[in-house]
């Protein structure tokens, strides 16, 4: 290091290199900090997504004093949980300072920038406290400098000191600036930039462990290891579950370390006898026992979790709680598939490389066509390439490990284990993940896919995210490489005496270094996504009625997919005017919240035109038809259509069919009252409104007011009156209201109900809360009534109203009604429900699955008698077997050896299709009767026969019937699944 730097603090100095190859390599970001933020437009707008976190955390928490865990401005009039949302609480909290003094955007991208700032300083820390700790590598450095008489001995420290700040410089650069950052910026994904916290929960959790520590600096070291814990988990909560498999990868090399020590000492102090064969004093002092292993080990692991959940756990606790109340699972492998790493990604340059990389755009519609292929999902890598290792990282790394393989076992464990958690659950080479080998088609499963059975850990649907810690691994083994080589130079050049060309010899070749671990992981220009809101949504700020926005394109989104064209553009734009919007993103949701919109033929004709651009006759007619019904039901006063945007499909081709829709059917005023930069924007004609509103639940076309807690059939009369059953303990309706009567100071809510009952159940009651505010418990009887509460003006809204009936209890009619599993008078119950059908063109066999309630088809499906035999423990399919009985006596024959054969005890299903009885012997119905049947040939000429029986059983003791036309037979509980509250036929709300 030049000596004028020397004279230069340490750390303010590495945080301002740092802090300029940020601005640098962010280019032109600097330039437009204020206008512009990290993504691309023509991708999902995920950064959009990060910089309306920001916003919505104040507008609930400071200007609201309302929870950030919910909204009720996107996903309208439902609103949605942010529990399990990519929220990114920490920058959220961060940003705010800047949020209120100076913008929203610039707020954003300074908790982006400080993120690379602080990743490179992190591993800075990290692997300069690695290369100085008593390991004999830099052994020097530590509290050495300037206690040293001798000059000659203190500048050989200070060049060793530099050698280290350098080297641990360098890692910092490879961990800040890798490529695998660059690309999640690029794709707005500023969760996955958020690393800082990484390296520094790894310092302080190498402190806590070190042995060369006082306790009191271990403990100080165990509580900011839990405090950088908890920052990554409120920053991006799958990086706390790489955290904590990191953890494990430390604790077991740090205790077998401990206890390799431990027994040297014991053998040490075995062999330290004196002449006489009396212990001497070293042996007795080295035969003191040795500090416990594990003691000072769980100490910290249990200091750092205790003050990494005080910190989490407001963010922590609820998100544990839905995981464990809802099913979030993914559907088999989800997407771990696509968006696992390529083999040969780890050797390509990432697309947005200036030299090396390609068209970004072209490459992100690829990836989008990719996608909507059938069988995306079974077809291997479909992703931009996420994760570059870079090709003198990957050198620098591999030397890195070799010369201090002893040393780095932490580190080399990390690059491995994360590396290969990067490729998925199959190994991918060239987008392929099934491979023919000799005609045998095969795949190679990696580490990952144990992960995928592990609850909660599943939930991980991206593999390439475990780059962070990979990079993390490979930033160190990086930086003890170049430490190596510029300790060499140095020795040589001490050898070789003074020069001039030697003395700029070492700096020349670590400059070398940095430009080529830099050069091979660029990403310039950094692409960037324009931030700047159009005028008109300040104006729509300004209007205090208390309506809703719609925007064109309209649609929704999830983890999982998208409903419609959806522009999450479009809700960051909400920070600025603040009103609700259909229309939204989210994470992870139940299902109810797409299907709502997915089942209203208002949204499916609006849906499909932004799809496909198809403007039929017949999506005209729906749309047209529920307009005004709609725009009164969500009080929709604004609609906005927006221009389309370069590339990005559909909606790039669909946009004039979307305008022409909405302009042809929706209610707006003849002129947009703004226009500007391809926008048009319409108030909405409202019709006339009422502040009484009837709801007819059971009949035709009342799912738009139906929220969660409702059967999903449109139409039902459950007990005999037109009535939708309430199916949870909560149910909530959508209820429009206008021009409230102000001189009243109450109105009537009742409801027409019958309680779902059964043998000793309780009495049902139910609460009634209307926007949130609740009312009185009123009693139900068993049978159709109406029940009515008094509702105060006060909590009714001249807008959607959202009315929730609370109830006492919801029972499944499978739990609370049971069935019959006997077989019989056989003494034997199945273990499943199973259902026969027999009839002229078949023959139905179906086990159900217990869970789900999922028939599996469990007949052969010939034509004659069809046997299936079941397992009598768990009811699966031990084998099914068909005889054509109507076409010859030698598959009667066949039928009767293979009953003959059953395991005595097993359950058997048969079933017959079409004239099975015509070629029937009188050995054929022998063997039938040890099933427990009572037929004879005679009885099942000419009709059609389904046997529930027990290889064994006596004759007339199974299940059987015999019928002309069919013969139907169904054993097993209640097929109902579905939990049952009440019935509710009318609700109406009245003066």
Same mark, same amino acid.
């Given at each position: 290091?030049?000596?004028?730097?020397?004279?230069?603090?340490?750390?303010?100095?590495?945080?301002?290199?740092?802090?300029?190859?940020?601005?640098?390599?962010?280019?032109?970001?600097?330039?437009?900090?204020?206008?512009?933020?990290?993504?691309?437009?023509?991708?999902?707008?995920?950064?959009?997504?990060?910089?309306?976190?920001?916003?919505?955390?104040?507008?609930?928490?400071?200007?609201?004093?309302?929870?950030?865990?919910?909204?009720?401005?996107?996903?309208?009039?439902?609103?949605?949980?942010?529990?399990?949302?990519?929220?990114?609480?920490?920058?959220?909290?961060?940003?705010?300072?800047?949020?209120?003094?100076?913008?929203?955007?610039?707020?954003?991208?300074?908790?982006?920038?400080?993120?690379?700032?602080?990743?490179?300083?992190?591993?800075?820390?990290?692997?300069?406290?690695?290369?100085?700790?008593?390991?004999?590598?830099?052994?020097?450095?530590?509290?050495?400098?300037?206690?040293?008489?001798?000059?000659?001995?203190?500048?050989?420290?200070?060049?060793?000191?530099?050698?280290?700040?350098?080297? +641990?410089?360098?890692?910092?650069?490879?961990?800040?600036?890798?490529?695998?950052?660059?690309?999640?910026?690029?794709?707005?994904?500023?969760? =996955?930039?958020?690393?800082?916290?990484?390296?520094?929960?790894?310092? =302080?959790?190498?402190?806590?462990?070190?042995?060369?520590?006082?306790?009191?600096?271990?403990?100080?070291?165990?509580?900011?290891?839990?405090?950088?814990?908890?920052?990554?988990?409120?920053?991006?909560?799958?990086?706390?579950?790489?955290?904590?498999?990191?953890?494990?990868?430390?604790?077991?090399?740090?205790?077998?370390?401990?206890?390799?020590?431990?027994?040297?000492?014991?053998?040490?102090?075995?062999?330290?006898?004196?002449?006489?064969?009396?212990?001497?004093?070293?042996?007795?002092?080295?035969?003191?026992?040795?500090?416990?292993?594990?003691?000072?080990?769980?100490?910290?692991?249990?200091?750092?979790?205790?003050?990494?959940?005080?910190?989490?756990?407001?963010?922590?606790?609820?998100?544990?709680?839905?995981?464990? /109340?809802?099913?979030?699972?993914?559907?088999?492998?989800?997407?771990?598939?696509?968006?696992?790493?390529?083999?040969?990604?780890?050797? /390509?340059?990432?697309?947005?490389?200036?030299?090396?990389?390609?068209?970004?755009?072209?490459?992100?519609?690829?990836?989008?066509?990719?996608?909507?292929?059938?069988?995306?999902?079974?077809?291997?890598?479909?992703?931009?390439?996420?994760?570059?290792?870079?090709?003198?990282?990957?050198?620098?790394?591999?030397?890195?490990?070799?010369?201090?393989?002893?040393?780095?076992?932490?580190? =080399?464990?990390?690059?491995?284990?994360?590396?290969?958690?990067?490729?998925?659950?199959?190994?991918?080479?060239?987008?392929?993940?099934?491979?023919?080998?000799?005609?045998?088609?095969?795949?190679?499963?990696?580490?990952?896919?144990?992960?995928?059975?592990?609850?909660?850990?599943?939930?991980?649907?991206?593999?390439?995210?475990?780059?962070?810690?990979?990079?993390?691994?490979? +930033?160190?083994?990086?930086?003890?490489?170049?430490?190596?080589?510029?300790?060499?130079?140095?020795?040589?050049?001490?050898?070789?005496?003074?020069?001039?060309?030697?003395?700029?010899? =070492?700096?020349?070749?670590?400059?070398?270094?940095?430009?080529?671990?830099? *050069?091979?992981?660029?990403?310039?220009?950094?692409?960037?996504?324009?931030?700047?809101?159009?005028?008109?949504?300040?104006?729509?700020?300004?209007?205090?009625?208390?309506?809703?926005?719609?925007?064109?394109?309209?649609?929704?989104?999830?983890?999982?997919?998208?409903?419609?064209?959806?522009?999450?553009?479009?809700?960051?734009?909400?920070?600025?005017? @603040?009103?609700?919007?259909?229309?939204?993103?989210?994470?992870?949701?139940?299902?109810?919240?797409?299907?709502?919109?997915?089942?209203?033929?208002?949204?499916?004709?609006?849906?499909?035109?932004?799809?496909?651009?198809?403007?039929?006759?017949?999506?005209?007619?729906?749309?047209?038809?529920?307009?005004?019904?709609?725009?009164?039901?969500?009080?929709?006063?604004?609609?906005?259509?927006?221009?389309?945007?370069?590339?990005?499909?559909?909606?790039?081709?669909?946009?004039?069919?979307?305008?022409?829709?909405?302009?042809?059917?929706?209610?707006?005023?003849?002129?947009?009252?703004?226009?500007?930069?391809?926008?048009?924007?319409?108030?909405?004609?409202?019709?006339?409104?009422?502040?009484?509103?009837?709801?007819?639940?059971?009949?035709?076309?009342?799912?738009?007011?139906?929220?969660?807690?409702?059967?999903?059939?449109?139409?039902?009369?459950?007990?005999?009156?037109?009535?939708?059953?309430?199916?949870?303990?909560?149910?909530?309706?959508?209820?429009?209201?206008?021009?409230?009567?102000?001189?009243?100071?109450?109105?009537?809510?009742?409801?027409?109900?019958?309680?779902?009952?059964?043998?000793?159940?309780?009495?049902? @009651?139910?609460?009634?809360?209307?926007?949130?505010?609740?009312? /009185?418990?009123?009693?139900?009887?068993?049978?159709?009534?109406?029940?009515?509460?008094?509702?105060?003006?006060?909590?009714?809204?001249?807008?959607?109203?959202?009315?929730?009936?609370?109830?006492?209890?919801?029972?499944?009619?499978?739990?609370?009604?049971?069935?019959?599993?006997?077989?019989?008078?056989?003494?034997?119950?199945?273990?499943?429900?199973?259902?026969?059908?027999?009839?002229?063109?078949?023959?139905?066999?179906?086990?159900?699955?217990?869970?789900?309630?999922?028939?599996?088809?469990?007949?052969?499906?010939?034509?004659?008698?069809?046997?299936?035999?079941?397992?009598?423990?768990?009811?699966?399919?031990?084998?099914?077997?068909?005889?054509? /009985?109507?076409?010859?006596? *030698?598959?009667?024959?066949?039928?009767?050896?293979?009953?003959?054969?059953?395991?005595?005890?097993?359950?058997?299903?048969?079933?017959?299709?079409?004239?099975?009885?015509?070629?029937?012997?009188?050995?054929?119905?022998?063997?039938?009767?040890?099933?427990?049947?009572?037929?004879?040939?005679?009885?099942?000429?000419?009709?059609?026969?389904?046997?529930?029986?027990?290889?064994?059983?006596?004759?007339?003791?199974?299940?059987?019937?015999?019928?002309?036309?069919?013969?139907?037979?169904?054993?097993?509980?209640?097929?109902?699944?579905?939990?049952? +509250?009440?019935?509710?036929?009318?609700?109406?709300?009245?003066?």
């Amino acid at each position: 290091m030049p000596k004028s730097l020397n004279r230069v603090p340490l750390h303010p100095l590495a945080l301002g290199v740092f802090s300029l190859l940020t601005l640098i390599l962010s280019w032109p970001l600097p330039m437009r900090i204020f206008t512009w933020v990290p993504g691309v437009a023509q991708w999902a707008f995920d950064e959009s997504t990060f910089v309306w976190n920001i916003w919505y955390f104040k507008h609930s928490l400071i200007d609201n004093l309302s929870t950030p865990l919910h909204s009720d401005l996107i996903y309208y009039p439902l609103g949605i949980d942010l529990v399990l949302y990519t929220y990114n609480f920490f920058n959220a909290i961060i940003a705010q300072p800047l949020h209120v003094a100076v913008s929203l955007i610039f707020a954003s991208n300074v908790t982006v920038l400080l993120s690379t700032v602080l990743s490179g300083y992190g591993t800075f820390l990290l692997v300069r406290y690695l290369l100085v700790r008593d390991w004999g590598l830099g052994a020097g450095d530590r509290g050495s400098i300037g206690r040293h008489r001798d000059d000659s001995r203190s500048e050989i420290v200070n060049r060793q000191s530099s050698i280290v700040n350098l080297s +641990a410089f360098a890692a910092g650069v490879v961990y800040a600036f890798a490529s695998n950052r660059a690309i999640y910026a690029t794709l707005g994904h500023y969760d =996955m930039v958020t690393t800082q916290w990484i390296p520094l929960y790894a310092l =302080m959790l190498l402190r806590s462990l070190d042995g060369t520590l006082t306790p009191s600096r271990r403990r100080k070291a165990a509580i900011l290891a839990g405090v950088f814990f908890a920052f990554n988990g409120l920053a991006e909560m799958i990086t706390a579950v790489f955290l904590a498999i990191f953890t494990i990868i430390v604790v077991v090399i740090v205790v077998s370390r401990q206890l390799a020590v431990s027994r040297k000492q014991l053998a040490d102090s075995s062999e330290q006898l004196g002449v006489d064969g009396a212990p001497s004093r070293s042996a007795i002092r080295n035969s003191q026992p040795a500090p416990r292993p594990f003691l000072n080990t769980l100490s910290a692991l249990l200091l750092i979790g205790v003050v990494s959940f005080a910190l989490w756990s407001p963010v922590l606790v609820p998100i544990l709680y839905q995981f464990l /109340t809802d099913d979030f699972s993914l559907k088999g492998w989800g997407e771990a598939i696509p968006l696992s790493v390529d083999l040969l990604g780890w050797f /390509t340059p990432t697309v947005v490389h200036p030299l090396f990389g390609g068209d970004l755009v072209t490459n992100l519609r690829q990836v989008l066509v990719n996608w909507t292929l059938p069988g995306n999902l079974e077809t291997g890598f479909r992703d931009v390439n996420t994760v570059f290792l870079g090709w003198a990282t990957i050198v620098l790394a591999l030397l890195g490990a070799f010369v201090y393989r002893k040393r780095l076992s932490i580190w =080399m464990w990390t690059a491995l284990t994360f590396g290969l958690f990067t490729l998925g659950p199959f190994l991918q080479i060239n987008g392929r993940y099934r491979f023919d080998l000799d005609g045998v088609e095969t795949s190679f499963p990696l580490p990952f896919a144990l992960l995928h059975y592990i609850p909660i850990i599943k939930a991980n649907r991206a593999p390439n995210r475990n780059s962070v810690l990979l990079m993390l691994g490979l +930033a160190v083994l990086v930086g003890f490489a170049i430490y190596w080589i510029l300790k060499k130079w140095k020795k040589n050049e001490l050898r070789m005496g003074s020069g001039s060309f030697r003395q700029r010899s =070492m700096p020349i070749l670590y400059s070398l270094f940095i430009f080529l671990l830099v *050069f091979e992981h660029l990403a310039l220009p950094l692409p960037l996504s324009d931030a700047r809101v159009p005028a008109v949504y300040e104006m729509i700020a300004a209007d205090p009625a208390p309506v809703s926005v719609m925007h064109a394109p309209l649609g929704w989104r999830n983890s999982f997919g998208t409903l419609g064209p959806e522009r999450t553009l479009l809700q960051y734009y909400q920070s600025v005017h @603040q009103k609700p919007m259909l229309g939204g993103n989210i994470s992870r949701a139940p299902d109810f919240k797409m299907d709502y919109f997915a089942r209203i033929p208002f949204f499916q004709s609006i849906i499909g035109v932004g799809t496909d651009g198809q403007l039929t006759p017949e999506r005209l007619e729906t749309v047209q038809a529920q307009a005004d019904e709609m725009m009164y039901l969500y009080n929709v006063g604004y609609v906005i259509l927006t221009p389309p945007i370069e590339q990005r499909f559909p909606y790039v081709d669909t946009w004039q069919a979307t305008w022409d829709l909405f302009k042809s059917t929706l209610p707006l005023e003849a002129q947009p009252f703004w226009t500007g930069d391809g926008f048009e924007v319409y108030r909405v004609i409202q019709p006339e409104g009422s502040d009484e509103f009837t709801l007819e639940l059971g009949e035709p076309g009342t799912f738009p007011y139906q929220g969660d807690g409702w059967d999903n059939v449109e139409v039902d009369a459950p007990y005999g009156l037109p009535s939708i059953w309430a199916t949870d303990e909560q149910s909530c309706v959508f209820v429009p209201l206008r021009d409230l009567d102000e001189t009243r100071s109450t109105y009537t809510l009742t409801v027409q109900a019958r309680p779902f009952d059964y043998p000793g159940s309780p009495q049902q @009651q139910v609460t009634a809360q209307i926007n949130g505010e609740i009312l /009185t418990t009123q009693d139900l009887v068993n049978d159709w009534q109406n029940v009515s509460w008094t509702v105060p003006l006060s909590t009714l809204r001249n807008t959607v109203n959202e009315i929730c009936l609370n109830w006492s209890y919801a029972a499944s009619p499978r739990t609370v009604l049971g069935g019959e599993r006997m077989i019989g008078a056989t003494g034997v119950a199945l273990p499943v429900d199973v259902e026969l059908k027999s009839f002229a063109d078949g023959a139905w066999i179906s086990t159900f699955d217990e869970e789900s309630g999922v028939p599996n088809d469990a007949s052969a499906g010939r034509q004659g008698v069809n046997v299936t035999v079941l397992d009598a423990r768990t009811g699966e399919i031990v084998d099914m077997q068909g005889f054509d /009985t109507a076409a010859n006596e *030698f598959e009667s024959a066949a039928l009767a050896e293979y009953i003959d054969q059953i395991a005595a005890g097993s359950p058997v299903l048969v079933g017959s299709r079409g004239a099975a009885g015509d070629f029937l012997t009188e050995d054929a119905i022998t063997q039938l009767r040890t099933l427990g049947a009572e037929m004879t040939l005679a009885s099942v000429q000419g009709s059609y026969f389904s046997i529930v029986g027990v290889k064994g059983a006596q004759p007339g003791t199974a299940l059987q019937v015999v019928g002309e036309t069919e013969a139907f037979l169904r054993i097993g509980l209640n097929p109902d699944r579905r939990t049952l +509250a009440a019935a509710v036929g009318t609700m109406s709300l009245t003066r």
